[in-house]
């Protein structure tokens, strides 16, 4: 039988198969987005993570483990001293009965001695039950002394070996700091090449614009509105005329060099005419008669 409720079953139906194939998506998209925080929260706790901070931690707790079976060792004796006390106490009040019951026979009291005996016979109960739990304790109290022993070798070892690791790590750690401090891969001498590549590039950027002015008001590409800039005729004019200065200049001083080494060979010349004269005059002359 078909009806009205019928078909809203079977829309009911399909509206539950679109919600669950819509869920499924859902379902996956949290899944992807719980792994990637957990990959994320993973990679932060692992660069935040410091391996002498979690070889100290660990340490730290070894040594409240140590502490703790001390502490055990110390209870357990103490309740085997409590024991102890216990039965010497009723081995005291055993050997006080006994010698009642041997008085009470021996002043005729049977009853008495019975009722002593009796009483030691329940003290004796008492004492046998104490000697086992006596045993047991001590048992435990040497099982935990031989833990507590094996224990404080192993945090002694676990400590030489934490100082070993946490040395090598920091000398691993300085060296890797040196050798990127060296190769300027690290973060701070990344952060220096960067500003000294910038000053670099702003420098070269200055050199050029500068250069380039130069170049435009020497052309007379721009104006120079101070006038202290000289137009490229002047400057060609200046150029020529400081090589014709210079050129005048040395002209002088070769005819200056050259009018000084004649004047010394004329003086020379004129200083050997004289001597040759005083020499004529003082060789004497012989008339021919």
Do not use: W
Not at 170 to 175: E, I
Not at 189 to 200: P, T
């Amino acid at each position: 039988m078909q009806g009205p409720y019928c078909g809203f079953c079977r829309e009911t139906g399909e509206l539950e198969s679109v919600r669950r194939g819509r869920a499924k998506p859902m379902s996956g998209v949290m899944k992807r987005m719980g792994m990637i925080f957990r990959a994320k929260a993973n990679k932060a706790l692992d660069r935040a993570e410091d391996p002498r901070e979690t070889l100290d931690y660990s340490y730290q707790k070894q040594l409240e483990l140590l502490q703790k079976v001390r502490r055990g060792v110390a209870d357990v004796a103490t309740s085997r001293k409590r024991l102890e006390l216990q039965l010497n106490q009723l081995q005291s009040q055993s050997s006080k009965l006994e010698d009642q019951g041997r008085k009470a026979l021996a002043l005729g009291r049977e009853d008495l001695a019975r009722e002593a005996l009796s009483r030691r016979a329940a003290l004796q109960q008492q004492v046998t039950d104490l000697e086992t739990q006596h045993s047991t304790l001590q048992g435990e109290e040497e099982k935990l002394t031989l833990a507590a022993q094996r224990l404080q070798a192993k945090v002694d070892a676990f400590r030489t070996k934490k100082e070993t690791i946490k040395a090598t790590y920091t000398a691993a750690q300085a060296q890797t700091r040196i050798g990127e401090a060296f190769s300027g891969i690290s973060e701070e001498m990344g952060d220096v090449g960067l500003a000294i590549q910038r000053a670099e590039d702003k420098t070269a950027q200055l050199q050029a614009r500068a250069g380039a002015i130069d170049e435009l008001l020497a052309s007379g590409a721009l104006d120079d509105p101070s006038g202290m800039h000289k137009d490229d005729i002047q400057a060609e004019l200046d150029r020529l005329s400081g090589g014709t200065d210079v050129e005048l200049e040395l002209q002088r001083m070769k005819a200056e060099l050259a009018g000084g080494t004649s004047g010394q060979q004329a003086i020379e010349g004129g200083q050997g005419s004289a001597q040759q004269q005083s020499q004529r005059q003082d060789t004497p002359r012989f008339d021919k008669q």
